[in-house]
């Protein structure tokens, strides 16, 4: 590309400048104007400008931080809305990593990974509603739960998930690829019917009204129940999710996963233990999901099935696709920008439609609200990176999945192809 | 139990219909995965666009004024004929866009793709409805009204009557065609080996270009049986059915013609009669809500006990 020759063309200098240029302006820029859109999109293409630059690691992470705990926030403050976005962003990111443990590192498809977010909504909306009341006896225990159990259920909702992805797992995960995805599937569509259908003969669920109001978490008397709260919770647990991901990756665990991924007959006779790996791979997973389901519903103040559709699942998958199979900073960016262009942009182009409509310059029926065709844009992207980049924008070090790559032409270099021996 | 007797024959005449319908659309599945392996994902939408081309063909001939003049049977038939060809014209230029490209690509890529078609048309098709027309519900004019009573509790419809006949017949037309002509033993040669068919001199891209259209083809006029049935349709009502049209062609051994046809029965008997059993079994706690679970359940049991299904043949992995 033109833009690519030209910088491969600059002096050194100019482009560090450069670079460090891109990366800081924005902020500057979204903290003179907290209602600008644009320089919301900007300060979020900063976080990749520096993903991108050629630094040394130290002072990558400090001015990350900076942007990340001080910038945002202050920002945050004066314009929640943004705040708002960028913790439903950060909700992403964490689920597109735990699903990229499931479909990147270890190879495996699935295709129903938000029933165990679902799950974990439930699992706390439930006890931190009075809804629990109904089928457990007040002398046991009073509901709704205060907001400290937050945290104690953040544990266990990932435990539980985790659980119910053991028992999904066991059965199903001697299938074909293929198999495994319809399956699972089928298994986000059961968990979604018996959330929807479970408010009689015992009401738990409350059916498709849902729950709400659920409590807040609370921290040492203090009720976090303010967007900037939340916004902090996600933060550290994306970074965890960050940091437990690679970790992952590098392991032994990991590289069992690559083995398998990569030629599941051949791992096997190299003494990898397939079952076992596959559902370890299949439950951190979902334990991931669980957590994260936890902090919606705490979030979110309200769960009802009909934010756990196959759509949502798809939309994870599309993020961790786009971004780059097996590669976590690939699952992070997708992420990211899928969530932008749900929430974001196409918002802000759908208004900006209706403006020009209200102005009779364009006359669009309001059934073609660009906003509502979500599914469209994420079909256009999965087929359009199946066909052209089926690495992901971001490619993983390691190399793809063995289902993932062509047989001809080889996408990657013999260089970075290289066995993995250590 | 007695309860139950009373509503059985009517539930297993619903299941039949239903079946019918499911069995139609699990040819699609499983013609595709018979050639290609691939779990033809998007071939939901084919149906829900068939479903869409035969009822807009049935408006046009209600608002033109042709509909009340001309027999049932004959529009039914312009319908079925109208959703036939673009559906699978559909089915040829998904497979042309979509997965032609990613042919020697590992086997869940294409399964992707597949998802990101379905996806994508079923927005497509609610833009231009919307566009069109203005709203993405379509309701289809009714052909058939007579009810035929055939006891005191078991009424069939006539429109019912049609759909199972139409079903019958599409089916044993595709069972012919494959067993019979020069074309269904080029589909068959390729579905056994692609590469060992291409040396005998078999176009392997126009055999799998056929396949496409005649699953296609035979999904759409499903769907416009569906429209003429149920008659409420909308750009995702392809979706749940799809999934149990492909339960059912799992069922049934996946990648064999008359596999598909016995699970699609199956499935539709089961499902019919499961969902108006549940609620008296537990006395009206659980009700028919439930029917879509019964599909999964039952694709969820028969892969892991007899993931050959039915008629089909076990398949070992090689090396």
Same mark, same amino acid.
Request: net charge positive; aromatic share 12%; glycine share 10%.
């Given at each position: 590309m033109?833009?690519?020759?030209?910088w491969?063309?600059t002096?050194?200098?100019?482009q560090?400048?450069l670079?460090w240029?891109?990366a800081?302006?924005?902020s500057?820029?979204f903290?003179l104007?907290p209602?600008?859109?644009w320089?919301?999109?900007?300060?979020?293409?900063?976080?990749?400008?520096?993903? #991108?630059?050629q630094?040394?690691?130290?002072?990558?992470?400090?001015?990350a931080?900076?942007l990340?705990f001080?910038v945002?926030?202050?920002?945050?403050?004066?314009?929640?809305y943004?705040?708002?976005v960028?913790?439903?962003v950060?909700?992403y990111?964490?689920l597109?990593i735990g699903l990229n443990?499931?479909v990147g590192f270890?190879?495996?498809?699935?295709f129903?990974?938000?029933?165990f977010y679902a799950f974990g909504a439930?699992?706390?909306?439930?006890f931190a509603?009075s809804q629990?009341g109904?089928f @457990?006896?007040a002398a046991?225990?009073?509901?709704?739960?205060?907001g400290?159990?937050f945290?104690? /259920?953040?544990l266990?909702g990932?435990?539980?998930?985790?659980?119910?992805?053991?028992l999904?797992g066991? =059965?199903?995960l001697?299938?074909?690829?293929d198999?495994?995805?319809?399956?699972?599937?089928g298994?986000a569509?059961?968990?979604?019917?018996?959330f929807?259908?479970?408010?009689k003969?015992?009401?738990?669920?409350?059916?498709?009204?849902?729950?709400?109001?659920?409590?807040p =978490?609370?921290?040492?008397?203090?009720?976090l129940?303010?967007?900037?709260?939340?916004y902090?919770?996600?933060?550290?647990?994306?970074i965890?999710?960050?940091?437990i991901?690679?970790?992952l990756d590098?392991?032994?665990?990991?590289?069992?996963?690559?083995?398998i991924?990569?030629d599941?007959l051949?791992?096997?006779?190299?003494?990898?233990?397939?079952?076992?790996?596959?559902?370890?791979?299949f439950?951190i997973g979902?334990?991931?999901?669980?957590?994260?389901?936890?902090?919606?519903?705490?979030k979110?103040?309200f769960?009802?099935?009909?934010? /756990?559709?196959?759509?949502?699942?798809?939309?994870i998958?599309?993020m961790?696709i786009?971004?780059?199979?097996?590669?976590?900073?690939?699952?992070?960016?997708?992420?990211?920008?899928?969530?932008?262009?749900?929430l974001n942009i196409l #918002?802000?182009?759908?208004?900006?439609l209706?403006?020009?409509s209200?102005?009779?310059?364009?006359?669009?029926?309001?059934?073609?609200d660009?906003a509502?065709?979500?599914?469209m844009?994420? $079909?256009? @992207?999965?087929?359009?990176?199946?066909i052209?980049?089926p690495?992901g924008?971001l490619?993983a070090?390691r190399s793809?999945?063995a289902?993932?790559?062509?047989k001809?032409?080889?996408?990657?270099?013999p260089?970075e192809?290289r066995?993995d021996?250590? | 139990?007695e309860?139950f007797?009373?509503?059985?024959?009517?539930?297993l005449l619903?299941?039949?219909?239903l079946?019918?319908?499911?069995a139609?659309?699990?040819l699609?599945?499983t013609?595709v995965?018979?050639v290609?392996?691939l779990?033809?994902?998007?071939h939901s939408?084919?149906?829900?666009? $068939?479903?869409f081309?035969?009822?807009e063909?049935?408006?046009?001939?209600q608002s033109?004024g042709y509909?009340?003049s001309?027999?049932?049977?004959?529009a039914?038939?312009m319908?079925?004929?109208?959703?036939?060809?673009?559906?699978?014209s559909?089915g040829?230029?998904m497979?042309r866009?979509?997965?032609?490209p990613?042919?020697e690509a590992?086997?869940?890529v294409p399964?992707?793709?597949?998802?990101?078609?379905?996806?994508?048309l079923q927005?497509?098709?609610?833009?231009?409805?919307?566009?069109w027309?203005?709203?993405?519900?379509?309701?289809?004019?009714?052909? /058939?009204t007579a009810?035929?009573?055939?006891?005191?509790?078991l009424r069939l =419809?006539?429109?019912?009557?049609?759909?199972?006949v139409?079903?019958?017949?599409m089916m044993?037309a595709?069972?012919?065609?494959?067993?019979?002509?020069?074309?269904g033993k080029a589909?068959?040669?390729?579905?056994?080996?692609?590469?060992?068919?291409?040396?005998?001199?078999?176009n392997v891209?126009?055999?799998i270009?056929?396949?496409?259209f005649?699953?296609a083809g035979?999904?759409?006029c499903?769907?416009?049986l569906?429209?003429?049935q149920?008659?409420?349709?909308?750009p995702?009502?392809?979706?749940?059915?799809?999934?149990k049209a492909?339960?059912a062609?799992?069922?049934g051994?996946i990648?064999s013609?008359p596999?598909a046809?016995v699970g699609?029965?199956l499935l $539709?008997?089961?499902?019919?009669?499961?969902?108006?059993?549940?609620?008296i079994?537990?006395?009206?706690?659980m009700?028919?809500?439930y029917?879509d679970?019964?599909?999964?359940v039952?694709?969820i049991?028969v892969?892991?006990l #007899? =993931?050959?299904g039915?008629?089909g043949?076990?398949?070992?992995?090689?090396v």
């Amino acid at each position: 590309m033109w833009i690519t020759e030209q910088w491969q063309k600059t002096s050194r200098p100019i482009q560090m400048a450069l670079g460090w240029f891109l990366a800081i302006a924005p902020s500057l820029l979204f903290y003179l104007m907290p209602q600008s859109n644009w320089a919301f999109l900007l300060f979020m293409a900063s976080l990749f400008v520096l993903y #991108k630059l050629q630094a040394p690691p130290l002072a990558k992470g400090v001015l990350a931080a900076v942007l990340l705990f001080a910038v945002m926030p202050v920002v945050g403050i004066q314009n929640t809305y943004y705040l708002d976005v960028i913790t439903q962003v950060g909700i992403y990111v964490s689920l597109a990593i735990g699903l990229n443990i499931v479909v990147g590192f270890a190879g495996l498809l699935n295709f129903g990974y938000v029933a165990f977010y679902a799950f974990g909504a439930y699992f706390y909306a439930i006890f931190a509603t009075s809804q629990a009341g109904n089928f @457990i006896p007040a002398a046991i225990a009073q509901f709704p739960l205060s907001g400290n159990w937050f945290w104690l /259920f953040l544990l266990f909702g990932a435990a539980l998930a985790g659980l119910l992805g053991l028992l999904l797992g066991f =059965p199903v995960l001697r299938l074909r690829g293929d198999y495994l995805a319809v399956v699972t599937l089928g298994f986000a569509e059961i968990i979604r019917i018996l959330f929807n259908n479970m408010d009689k003969p015992i009401n738990i669920t409350n059916g498709p009204k849902g729950l709400t109001p659920i409590q807040p =978490p609370e921290l040492f008397g203090i009720v976090l129940n303010a967007p900037i709260h939340f916004y902090f919770i996600v933060l550290v647990v994306v970074i965890l999710t960050i940091i437990i991901a690679k970790r992952l990756d590098a392991s032994r665990i990991g590289r069992a996963w690559a083995a398998i991924r990569e030629d599941e007959l051949a791992a096997c006779a190299m003494g990898v233990p397939v079952v076992r790996m596959k559902l370890l791979a299949f439950v951190i997973g979902a334990s991931f999901a669980g957590a994260m389901g936890v902090i919606f519903a705490a979030k979110q103040t309200f769960v009802d099935p009909s934010s /756990f559709g196959f759509m949502e699942s798809i939309g994870i998958l599309c993020m961790v696709i786009l971004g780059g199979m097996g590669s976590v900073s690939g699952a992070i960016m997708g992420a990211v920008a899928v969530v932008m262009l749900q929430l974001n942009i196409l #918002k802000e182009f759908s208004e900006y439609l209706g403006q020009l409509s209200a102005q009779g310059i364009l006359n669009i029926p309001s059934q073609v609200d660009p906003a509502k065709y979500e599914k469209m844009i994420f $079909g256009l @992207i999965l087929i359009l990176t199946c066909i052209y980049r089926p690495q992901g924008i971001l490619p993983a070090k390691r190399s793809l999945p063995a289902w993932f790559k062509r047989k001809q032409p080889n996408v990657i270099s013999p260089k970075e192809d290289r066995p993995d021996v250590t | 139990m007695e309860q139950f007797l009373q509503i059985l024959p009517q539930s297993l005449l619903d299941g039949l219909i239903l079946g019918m319908v499911y069995a139609v659309v699990a040819l699609g599945y499983t013609m595709v995965y018979g050639v290609l392996e691939l779990i033809n994902f998007a071939h939901s939408e084919i149906f829900m666009v $068939g479903a869409f081309a035969g009822t807009e063909t049935l408006l046009f001939l209600q608002s033109a004024g042709y509909l009340a003049s001309m027999p049932a049977p004959v529009a039914l038939l312009m319908a079925l004929f109208i959703a036939m060809i673009i559906s699978g014209s559909l089915g040829v230029f998904m497979e042309r866009i979509a997965y032609r490209p990613l042919r020697e690509a590992p086997r869940l890529v294409p399964l992707i793709s597949a998802i990101g078609v379905s996806f994508f048309l079923q927005d497509a098709v609610r833009l231009i409805e919307g566009l069109w027309k203005n709203a993405f519900y379509l309701t289809a004019p009714s052909l /058939f009204t007579a009810t035929i009573a055939i006891s005191a509790n078991l009424r069939l =419809p006539v429109k019912s009557l049609v759909v199972i006949v139409s079903a019958v017949v599409m089916m044993l037309a595709l069972h012919l065609f494959v067993t019979r002509s020069k074309w269904g033993k080029a589909i068959r040669a390729v579905a056994q080996d692609r590469d060992t068919s291409a040396l005998m001199s078999i176009n392997v891209n126009q055999v799998i270009g056929l396949t496409f259209f005649l699953g296609a083809g035979l999904g759409g006029c499903a769907g416009t049986l569906f429209a003429t049935q149920y008659s409420l349709i909308n750009p995702y009502v392809g979706f749940i059915l799809g999934i149990k049209a492909f339960t059912a062609a799992v069922l049934g051994g996946i990648g064999s013609i008359p596999g598909a046809m016995v699970g699609g029965i199956l499935l $539709g008997v089961l499902e019919a009669v499961g969902a108006a059993s549940i609620g008296i079994a537990t006395n009206g706690a659980m009700g028919a809500e439930y029917k879509d679970v019964f599909a999964f359940v039952i694709l969820i049991l028969v892969l892991i006990l #007899k =993931p050959s299904g039915l008629l089909g043949e076990e398949v070992r992995e090689k090396v």
